[in-house]
């Protein structure tokens, strides 16, 4: 199967799908984390996205659109960056059998109606189901933490949980501030990424 993590620096779930023998390929203008450079595709997502692949994941930047930065979303209207960043993620959702982000604007329909209308009526018109197809979190998948993660679900089912555990620590939200932290907070869990290579994988 040919496999395209759009907006994967990390190669996270690029690594999961090629220990199972699948040609994946990150993409990300950011250069890769994961240590394969040769499956990654750096620059403009949308010089690639519209070849021809098998299946397609993707994790949008979710800055300026998730609830955890609500404090900040007047700044991000007035600069623009919220409503560019939401534009992106549809055009993402667009061409994609599973788009990724946290729970923020994207399940709140009447804030994008309030501030952002015409992007709504788009968005309305080509059928963006507001609500997710699935909400997962990682202690579903082997790791005591939390973190809610929306998942958009296109000619995919539901990921099953492979590994319940104990645990609710919420690690992320915890981080301090530092120049990775944005990395950090976006990294796929193994636990996660292995279940989509598995289960996707065998479609």
Not at 139 to 149: D, I, V
Request: aromatic share 12%; net charge positive; charged share 25%.
């Amino acid at each position: 199967m040919k496999v395209l993590l759009a907006c994967e620096e990390s190669q996270v779930v690029c690594k999961e799908f090629r220990k199972l023998g699948h040609e994946a390929y990150s993409c990300d203008i950011l250069p890769c984390s994961g240590g394969h450079p040769e499956w990654h595709l750096q620059g403009d997502l949308f010089k690639h996205i519209y070849n021809y692949w098998d299946l397609v994941i993707s994790f949008p930047p979710c800055t300026d659109i998730a609830v955890s930065g609500a404090r900040w979303f007047n700044k991000k209207r007035l600069n623009g960056s919220q409503k560019r960043s939401l534009q992106f993620f549809f055009d993402v959702w667009r061409v994609s059998n599973c788009t990724e982000n946290p729970i923020g604007i994207l399940n709140k329909p009447d804030y994008i109606k309030k501030w952002y209308p015409d992007l709504y009526r788009v968005m309305i018109d080509l059928g963006f189901p507001f609500k997710p197809d699935q909400i997962i979190q990682p202690w579903m998948f082997g790791h005591g933490e939390t973190k809610a993660t929306c998942l958009w679900l296109k000619g995919l089912p539901p990921l099953i949980p492979t590994n319940i555990v104990k645990g609710r620590e919420n690690r992320i939200w915890r981080m301090p501030p530092s120049p990775e932290r944005g990395k950090l907070r976006s990294k796929t869990f193994p636990g996660i990424a292995q279940a989509m290579a598995e289960q996707w994988g065998k479609l």
